[in-house]
């Protein structure tokens, strides 16, 4: 059985990657993990202090470094999303030039790449969306999306600022406000675009309800961090996006 180290850079504000990643890797059957966090100084959830969190980037990557991880998260996905179309390979290869810089060929996710290469790789191109920003900030991430060839069917915007509030959605509202979704025709419904708010219990919940592939930001960023790793995306109850077998589709 093999042993990874995975960092991740979470804003300061955010409890729930930190619960969910591990949560999700400590039922793999092939491997055990370790986890090793750095902040970044963010509260609410505006364009302003996503900026200036960003900006702290690079010391986050370096303390990281310092740790030897194997795999690492840049695990907010709205501040890359809110920067324009296809930030996310931007800030990918910045941090990756960064990491060869110290000597470390770690793997690099950021959670707005892993939701959308997960969705490419389910396949599903027609999908359906939750989130929990305030609706100019969910309309940037709609806009992202489509702008990676994915046709967002409906979506809906809970409106929470603040980021320590984001964590403690309750699992009743996301899914009234998944309910209230149109869902005709979709391929995947993204039950949590946002590593804050809490999804893990939804998921088999939720496929079993609305009989579609159901995945959120946390999910994804574990699909892609297994994938990172080389080692098999083959979770338990955490949805067909991680009921992956050697030589099968997702699904």
Known sequence: MTHHRIGMIVPSSNVTVETEIPALLAH????????HGSRMRMHTVSPEELA?????????????????????????LVAVMAAGPGEHRRVEE???????????????VSSAGALVEALHAMPARRIALV????????????????????EVLDWVALEVADNADVGCIPGDRVMAAARGLDLTGAEALVISACVQMPSLPLIPVAEAEFGLP??????????????????????????????????????
């Open 28 to 35: 793999h059957a092939d491997a055990t993990f370790s986890f």
């Open 52 to 76: 200036a969190m960003n900006a702290q980037r690079g010391r986050c990557v370096d303390e990281l470094a310092d740790a030897g991880v194997d795999a690492l998260l840049y695990a907010c």
């Open 94 to 108: 910045e941090v990756a030039a960064q990491l060869r810089e110290r000597g470390l060929p770690a793997g690099l």
């Open 131 to 150: 989130t929990p920003y305030m609706r100019p900030l969910a309309e940037q991430v709609v806009a992202y999306l489509e702008a990676e060839g994915l």
């Open 214 to 251: 159901v995945l959120s930001a946390a999910t994804a960023g574990a699909f892609c961090l297994l994938r990172s790793l080389g080692v098999r995306a083959d979770l338990p109850d955490a949805g067909s996006l991680l009921r992956q077998r050697s030589g099968t589709p997702v699904r």
